[in-house]
C-alpha cells in the first residue's frame, strides 16, 4: 500500500489537524532552541533584598507577637497594697497577694532529697531535715501555738540545752516572734491554712558530729475581718512572716548529751504587712488593718519582694521603726 495514498491523507479536517499541531511543536522547538543560546542573566540583587526583607519582617513580626504574648506578667500580688479590684474576698483570703498559689501549711515545708553530708549518713540528714520541718511547723502553724503560745509540742523536738534556752525566751515579757508566731488575742484567722513557701539545705558543721540545716520560708497568714468597712486591699488581712534560720543537728561522744539534738543557733525575721503596735509591744502578730495608720511597705519595693524567700531580708528600716528583721 503506498503510504501516501493513505485515505487519512485526503481527509481535509485530519489534515487541518495534522498542521495545527505541527505548527505547535515547531514554535515550542523553536523556544526551547532560543533559551538554550541566551546566556543566563544575574539574579537581581534588589530582588534577594527584598526577598530577603520580607521574611525578615515576617519575622519580626512574629517576634513582636511572641514577645507580648510570652512576657511574664507581673509576679502575682504586685498590687496587694492597692485596693483590690472586686474589694477583698474572705472565702479566698489570699488572692490577688503573693501567697495566692502556694501550698497550704505543712505542704509547703518540703525537704530535698537527703544525700550523705560529712560523716553524717543520707538517713541521718533526712531523719534531720524531718526534725527540722517538724520545728517550723510546732512554731509557725500549730494552732495551740499560734492562739494559745503553747510551747510544748516545740520545745519537745530541742536538745536539752536548747529547750532551756528556749523556754526562758517564751517567758519574757514580749513573744520571741523570731522563734515562733503567737496571734495578738484580739484578732483571729481565717479557717484555711497559712500559705507557706521556701527552701532547707544541709551542710557539714564547723565541729565533728554538728549537721547544720538552713531554712528560707515564709509564712503568710489570712485573718478575719468582722467589719468588711476595715479592708481595702488584699494585705489589709494577709500577714507574712519571712524567716531565715540556722538549725543545727549535734551527735556523738565529741558533745555534751544536753547538748545533743536539735538547736535553733540563728533566725532573722522580717514581718511584713502587720500591724505595728502588737508586734513592737508585744512581739504578736495583727493583720494591718487593726490600725487605723498604715503607713505601708518599707522602700519602694513591691509586695512579692518580701514575700519572697529567695530574696535576702530587706535591711532598710521598716515602717513600724527598730529592727526590721526580728529581735
Same mark, same amino acid.
Given at each position: 500500500?503506498?503510504?501516501?495514498?493513505?485515505?487519512?491523507?485526503?481527509?481535509?479536517?485530519?489534515?487541518?489537524?495534522?498542521?495545527?499541531?505541527?505548527?505547535?511543536?515547531?514554535?515550542?522547538?523553536?523556544?526551547?532552541?532560543?533559551?538554550?543560546?541566551?546566556?543566563?542573566?544575574?539574579?537581581s540583587?534588589?530582588?534577594?533584598?527584598w526577598a530577603?526583607?520580607?521574611?525578615?519582617?515576617?519575622?519580626?513580626?512574629?517576634?513582636?507577637?511572641?514577645?507580648d504574648?510570652?512576657?511574664?506578667?507581673?509576679?502575682?500580688?504586685?498590687h496587694?497594697?492597692?485596693?483590690?479590684?472586686?474589694?477583698?474576698?474572705?472565702?479566698r483570703p489570699f488572692?490577688?497577694?503573693?501567697?495566692q @498559689?502556694? *501550698? $497550704?501549711?505543712?505542704?509547703?515545708? %518540703? !525537704?530535698?532529697?537527703?544525700?550523705a553530708?560529712?560523716e553524717?549518713?543520707? +538517713?541521718?540528714?533526712a531523719?534531720?531535715?524531718?526534725?527540722?520541718?517538724?520545728?517550723?511547723?510546732?512554731?509557725?502553724?500549730?494552732?495551740?501555738?499560734?492562739?494559745?503560745?503553747?510551747?510544748?509540742a516545740?520545745?519537745a523536738?530541742?536538745?536539752p540545752?536548747?529547750?532551756?534556752?528556749?523556754?526562758?525566751?517564751?517567758?519574757?515579757?514580749?513573744?520571741?516572734f523570731s522563734?515562733?508566731t503567737?496571734?495578738?488575742?484580739?484578732?483571729s484567722?481565717l479557717?484555711?491554712?497559712?500559705?507557706v513557701?521556701?527552701?532547707?539545705?544541709?551542710?557539714?558543721?564547723?565541729?565533728?558530729?554538728?549537721?547544720i540545716?538552713?531554712?528560707?520560708?515564709?509564712?503568710?497568714?489570712a485573718? @478575719?475581718? *468582722? $467589719?468588711p468597712?476595715?479592708?481595702v %486591699? !488584699?494585705?489589709?488581712?494577709?500577714?507574712?512572716?519571712?524567716?531565715?534560720? +540556722?538549725f543545727?543537728?549535734r551527735?556523738?561522744?565529741?558533745?555534751?548529751?544536753r547538748d545533743?539534738?536539735?538547736?535553733?543557733?540563728?533566725?532573722?525575721?522580717?514581718?511584713?504587712?502587720?500591724?505595728?503596735?502588737p508586734?513592737?509591744?508585744?512581739?504578736?502578730?495583727?493583720?494591718?488593718y487593726?490600725?487605723?495608720?498604715?503607713?505601708?511597705?518599707?522602700g519602694?519595693r513591691r509586695p512579692?519582694?518580701?514575700?519572697?524567700?529567695e530574696?535576702?531580708?530587706?535591711?532598710?528600716?521598716n515602717?513600724?521603726?527598730?529592727?526590721?528583721?526580728?529581735?
Amino acid at each position: 500500500m503506498d503510504v501516501f495514498d493513505h485515505p487519512d491523507l485526503r481527509d481535509p479536517d485530519w489534515a487541518r489537524t495534522a498542521e495545527r499541531n505541527a505548527r505547535r511543536e515547531a514554535r515550542r522547538a523553536r523556544r526551547r532552541s532560543a533559551l538554550a543560546r541566551r546566556p543566563r542573566r544575574p539574579r537581581s540583587p534588589h530582588r534577594k533584598a527584598w526577598a530577603g526583607a520580607v521574611v525578615v519582617c515576617l519575622l519580626a513580626a512574629g517576634g513582636i507577637y511572641l514577645v507580648d504574648t510570652l512576657r511574664p506578667a507581673s509576679p502575682p500580688g504586685t498590687h496587694a497594697d492597692q485596693p483590690a479590684s472586686g474589694g477583698v474576698d474572705l472565702e479566698r483570703p489570699f488572692l490577688e497577694t503573693p501567697a495566692q @498559689d502556694w *501550698p $497550704d501549711g505543712a505542704d509547703g515545708i %518540703v !525537704p530535698p532529697k537527703a544525700t550523705a553530708v560529712g560523716e553524717f549518713t543520707a +538517713e541521718q540528714v533526712a531523719d534531720a531535715y524531718e526534725a527540722v520541718k517538724q520545728a517550723l511547723v510546732t512554731s509557725r502553724l500549730d494552732e495551740r501555738m499560734l492562739e494559745e503560745g503553747d510551747t510544748e509540742a516545740y520545745l519537745a523536738l530541742l536538745a536539752p540545752s536548747a529547750r532551756a534556752w528556749a523556754e526562758k525566751r517564751f517567758e519574757g515579757e514580749t513573744w520571741p516572734f523570731s522563734v515562733a508566731t503567737r496571734l495578738d488575742p484580739s484578732v483571729s484567722l481565717l479557717p484555711v491554712e497559712p500559705k507557706v513557701k521556701g527552701e532547707m539545705t544541709a551542710e557539714a558543721g564547723a565541729n565533728p558530729g554538728e549537721l547544720i540545716i538552713r531554712t528560707r520560708y515564709t509564712f503568710a497568714y489570712a485573718f @478575719d475581718a *468582722p $467589719d468588711p468597712d476595715q479592708t481595702v %486591699v !488584699p494585705l489589709d488581712i494577709v500577714a507574712a512572716y519571712r524567716a531565715d534560720t +540556722e538549725f543545727a543537728v549535734r551527735q556523738g561522744e565529741g558533745w555534751y548529751e544536753r547538748d545533743q539534738g536539735l538547736s535553733l543557733e540563728t533566725a532573722e525575721v522580717l514581718a511584713y504587712s502587720i500591724a505595728c503596735g502588737p508586734l513592737a509591744d508585744e512581739g504578736l502578730l495583727a493583720p494591718a488593718y487593726t490600725e487605723a495608720d498604715r503607713p505601708g511597705p518599707p522602700g519602694g519595693r513591691r509586695p512579692p519582694e518580701y514575700f519572697d524567700p529567695e530574696r535576702p531580708i530587706p535591711q532598710e528600716a521598716n515602717t513600724c521603726g527598730g529592727d526590721p528583721a526580728g529581735q
